[in-house]
């Protein structure tokens, strides 16, 4: 299994791993996906095996320490100087869960977060 930043080649899986785990309309979920694909590719990763995405997970940065709702309906850029890491979704493909890959997409966010400079993250789950 490989952790890595989304493409917009990952768009289809994204949308299918995304809205069977949200129960979202794929329509629905793949216009929120290409704009945060565009908007923040750099804190959207994905796992991969066997070429194949098996799991996400993707969020903005934000200069407020908690996520507010505005956050899932406005796709905007991360800014360098934003504070806080958000993770807005952490998905995995059924057949692929209690098998580590949440463990290692948030171990992973967390390293980018880092990097970046981030002061904490903040989680929302369902």
């Known amino acids: 299994m490989i952790i890595r930043r989304v493409t917009m080649d990952d768009l289809g899986e ?9 129960k979202m309309t794929k329509e629905q979920t793949r ?9 923040y ?3 959207f990763l994905v796992a991969q095996e066997d070429g194949k995405v098996i799991g996400h997970i993707f969020g903005p ?6 996520i507010e709702d505005e956050l899932y309906f406005e796709n905007h850029p991360n800014q360098k100087d934003d504070r806080y890491q958000m993770v807005l979704s952490l998905a995995v493909l059924p057949k ?12 992973a966010m967390t390293q980018e977060a880092r990097k970046q400079n981030r002061q904490a ?6």
């Open 31 to 39: 216009n929120d996906m290409v704009g945060r694909i565009e908007n």
């Open 61 to 66: 940065t934000f200069n407020k320490r908690y």
């Open 14 to 22: 994204v949308v299918n791993l995304e809205s069977a785990a949200f």
């Open 121 to 126: 993250i903040s989680l929302t789950c369902l």
């Open 41 to 43: 590719p750099d804190t």
């Open 96 to 107: 692929y869960r209690k098998q580590g890959v949440a463990t290692k997409l948030i171990e």
